[in-house]
């Protein structure tokens, strides 16, 4: 037997001081204490394991659930909370049919394929989906699959560039030690980690003030024939910005009738796979471009989904060099997997089916109209408070950031601003600009299915109140530089 709470005067949970007070002085063994006493007891939070314990180290002794729950509970009561925060692109809210089915299956192991078949057809299913909405060729039978986020689904797909550049050149003889990879300098960090983990060289093409993305001309100068592909963003994290795909491809395309490198491309849509084709279906950004290879995107962004879901699509099956896939016998039948993970849960990828039959091509582009819709009034009433000059408003990702105009005052910075936000709960980060853009301080709002006008209305309270409060300051706040730039993505 496991004994796991030591005395009976503590079985349930409250100290003996407790029990002297309420008794006057007569003892009494917890069992019948329980009996008569039970109904006033409550809420008494004294409980066994309520003292002191061990942060760094496993305490020794156990305590009850209800004791545990609360201290971790009580604990991150303190981290801020998740509908104010505007600095997030992931998924904080789900309706309650998901949040159903959410923990109904937070037990089963995605990777269990035989023992879970339905499980296994409906991620299938999901590839499909996103192959057809994202125009691939022949969605039927091209590779894809879900990953825990798109950090995971690059490396895929940048390992796919990695290994195809390799295969080619091992065929015509060429060494195959020295490989580029080219995206601008306003990437996100996991292709920073993809080129440093995978001994692949970054070439940044900088961003700037007349042309804030990567331009084609910028991409022509960094290519060469060790380049195992070009990276483009839609919907870059620091602006929310669509960097110009179909562009980029003119230009490869141009420069391999002159001189026949073939320079495939991967888009990083993380956020834009789910916008893009609902809020600008005309845009030219996807599997239309025949030298778009590979796209991925985060199903817990703007897919939906609670956090922990990417996608990685190839255009057609022969895009996903063979050698890369494992096929798993020990799995049951076998199933041929190209991931980091093993282990993963599936019910972000149930709940990501759920989306798609739920909301429809109509519900999506609903959903994130609404998200633009408000993204563009607030962006609007930024532009129009004497202090800020618009960067940008909103109208590819439903983000949109500013700056302080210039000399508008030397008292206080959008660092300041953001931590005087905070103050009314909301999460909002400013940070520099990348390359060759880290003059400029920008602040950023991202704004999500679940952000109603209502509380945009609410924030922009709060904002002319900051403002306010700050431009009421007859001299600088002191700063500490080390402070300054908050978290962002
Ligand atoms: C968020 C993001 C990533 C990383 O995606 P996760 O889903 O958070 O792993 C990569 N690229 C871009 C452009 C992003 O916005």
């Known amino acids: 037997m496991i004994k796991t709470y030591s005395t009976p005067s503590n079985l349930f949970g409250y100290h003996p001081s407790n029990l002297s007070r309420l008794t006057s002085g007569k003892a009494l063994r917890a069992g019948t204490l329980w009996k008569s006493y039970a109904p006033y007891y409550n809420p008494i939070f004294t409980r066994n394991g309520d003292g002191s314990f061990p942060r760094f180290r496993m305490p020794n002794q156990g305590m009850l659930p209800e004791t545990a729950y609360k201290k971790v509970r009580d604990e991150v009561a303190q981290d ?3 509908h104010l925060n505007l600095a997030t692109f992931v998924t904080t809210w789900m309706e ?33 989906i ?8 022949s969605p039927h039978n091209t590779m894809g699959a879900s990953t825990t986020g798109s950090s995971e689904a690059c490396m895929l797909g940048g390992l796919a560039l990695k290994r195809r550049w390799q295969n080619a050149r091992k065929r015509q003889g060429k060494p195959i030690d020295r490989p580029n990879i ?37 991409v022509l100068a960094s290519v060469d024939e060790n380049t195992i592909g070009v990276v483009p963003t839609l919907g870059v994290t620091y602006t929310g910005l669509y960097e110009p795909v179909a562009e980029i491809s003119k230009a490869l395309d141009e420069l391999q009738s002159r001189t026949g490198l073939d320079i495939p491309i991967h888009v990083d849509a993380a956020s834009g796979g789910f916008i ?13 471009l025949p030298r778009v290879k590979s796209i991925n ?20 099956a022969e895009d996903l060099p063979e050698d890369l896939i494992f096929r798993v016998s020990y799995l049951g039948g076998n199933m041929p997997t190209f991931a980091l993970s093993f282990s993963r849960p599936s019910a972000q990828v149930l709940l990501q089916y759920y989306n798609f039959l739920r909301l429809g091509k109509d519900g999506y582009y609903k959903v994130q109209k609404a998200s633009q819709s408000v993204a563009q009034f607030l962006s609007k009433a930024i532009h129009d408070m004497e202090p800020f000059e618009l960067f940008t ?26 931590r005087r936000l905070r103050s009314f709960g909301w999460q909002v980060p400013a940070y520099p600009l990348p390359p060759d853009m880290e003059n400029v301080t920008v602040m950023r709002v991202v704004i999500r299915n679940g952000f109603s006008m209502n509380l945009a209305h609410l924030f922009l309270m709060n904002l002319i109140q900051a403002v306010s409060f700050l431009n009421s300051l007859d001299r ?14």
């Open 96 to 128: 309650p049919s998901a949040d159903r089915l959410y923990a109904e299956s937070v037990n089963k192991n995605l990777i269990d394929k035989d023992a879970y078949p339905r499980t296994a057809a409906i991620e299938e299913r999901c590839v499909r």
């Open 276 to 288: 893009a084709p609902f809020l600008r279906p005309d845009l030219v950004w996807d599997f239309q």
């Open 80 to 82: 801020g909370n998740v």
């Open 182 to 218: 080219v995206f601008s300098s306003a990437v996100q960090v996991v292709w920073k980690k993809f080129a440093n983990y995978w001994d692949v060289e970054p070439r940044f093409v900088n961003i700037n003030r007349e042309r804030p993305y990567m331009d084609p001309e910028g």
């Open 393 to 418: 408003d909103g109208s590819d990702l439903p983000v949109f950031s500013w700056r302080l105009k210039e000399g508008y005052t030397s008292n206080w910075n959008l660092y300041d601003l953001s």
């Open 476 to 489: 600088p706040i002191p700063h500490d530089p080390k402070r300054d730039i908050s978290f962002h993505h």
């Open 297 to 316: 995107a985060s199903g817990h962004k703007y897919g939906l989904v609670y956090p922990g879901i990417g996608w990685i699509i190839w255009r057609e």
């Open 130 to 137: 996103l192959a057809d909405l994202w125009h691939s060729p």
